[in-house]
């Protein structure tokens, strides 16, 4: 079931504008696939979401 | 497998817990029905003070944004809708039929957060792909009912469970079948029957951490893609939060990319924001 994909390279909508802690803590949420060079179908979108949110 | 634990000592305090209020019951069978008369539904609520309170505290919160205040249970049905009203009803039962455990490594605050946004996501995603919504809320805010079950029965072991997986920064689920004799999904499953719930429920409870390889878009599907996404969406606010694997299978089938992804991500957080205050997560519910 784990998401055998394989690694893939930066991409512009990777290369989001993040706030350095926002980009921690997304990375930290995820490190069971980035640690292993595998991309998890929500890392992508959820980025872009932290990009273009409001902020409080 | 941990001596302490058997899947004959886990079976007998699954039968040990309480059933949930009649009130409740009566509510979700009401729900099952073709017709969901508002009349029947209305009186199940009435019939359990501490619900009605519940429900009319939550007509008039804020959130909802009504102009004038909401007395009556009418009211809340006209105010929230039947099927919200239902879903407020059946978290505030829920939370008050389990108590808190005493597990040192439980977190059972964020595990009502995350309870209740995977509820909210997977009722969202039933009603876009015209899936049973009700049904698929209450599975969402049952779906890891199993480990509540473990910490409060098998407190000792559990958190001994817990403190492993926090060391290997691993995700608790993977150690479970190898320790306890059963994962939280099974335990879940096994609670949800007890509750006479649905059968649809009980599985999507028991798959939602292996939904089926193949087949239309199930329940299942969408409440194993929603908890990645509530994971995800970070809203359980713990240090050791991490997005579990992902079944291309169910992602597949919920076909979920672009602009509406990204609205249901934003919704889940609005909603899950108004809940949140309305439930007071891990309090009283007729406090």
Redesign the interface.
Known sequence: ???ELPALPPTPAEACDLAPAIDA?LR??????LTQGRM???YL??R??RA??KPE | MNALVTRRSLLASIRALPSLPEAVLELNAALQSDEAPVERIVNAVASDQALMLTALRIANSSFYGVSRRVVSLRDAVQVLGLHTLAAAVNTAAVMRCIGRPDCPGFEFDANWRHAIATALCTRTLAQQHGLDADAAYTAGLLHDIGGLVLAMHFAPPYSALLQQAAAQDVCPSTLEVDQLGMGHAEVGALVAEHWHLAPSIVQAIGLHHAPPSDGPCSLPDLLHVADNIVHALDLSHTPEERVPALSLDAWSRADLHGAPLARLFAQVESRMQGMALDMRCGEDATA
């Open positions: 079931m784990t998401p803590r930290h949420l995820f490190r069971s696939f998890h179908p929500l979108p959820m872009h979401h273009t949110e």
